[in-house]
């Protein structure tokens, strides 16, 4: 009977876990003035947008990763002034750590002058990465 009641837990906790995993992945989420970091051309290895710029830590083997470059890239293409800028997060774990990246993909929308104004782990909906840069611009 303990080894029912113990399966019974573990299947509960299992189960809120991935709900919730899977209701805060790729959200993007507001950042508060205090949470607001400066991101430069040197730190990001590449030009920064005009307008604004999405920022994609990846790594080699993440398949969620391709997505959301796909999708990036294409929200880049339609909006003027907007950079999409990758970086691989195992090649630059110094950024990485200072930024408290966790995961890949995260996203990160930074406005024209490259504060982080937005951020999300996991795979962002266009329309919300849409959002997002309205916000942003």
Sequence with gaps: ?????????ALAVATTFGL???RRDGRLRVLTEDEAIR??????????????TLVQFSTAFCQPCRA????????????AGVAHVE?????????VRRLAILRTP??????????????????PRKAD??????QAV
């Design 1 to 9: 009977m303990t080894g029912l009641v113990v399966c019974v837990v």
């Design 20 to 22: 919730l995993r899977a």
């Design 39 to 52: 991101l430069s051309e040197a730190d990001l290895g590449g030009p920064l947008g005009e307008r604004a």
């Design 68 to 79: 959301t470059r796909r999708v990036l890239a294409e929200v880049a293409g339609m909006v």
């Design 87 to 95: 970086v691989d997060a195992e090649a630059r774990l110094e950024l």
């Design 106 to 123: 995260t996203v990160l929308v930074l406005d024209a002058g490259g504060r982080v104004v937005r951020r999300a782990a996991g795979t």
């Design 129 to 134: 990465v849409i959002a997002a840069l309205g």
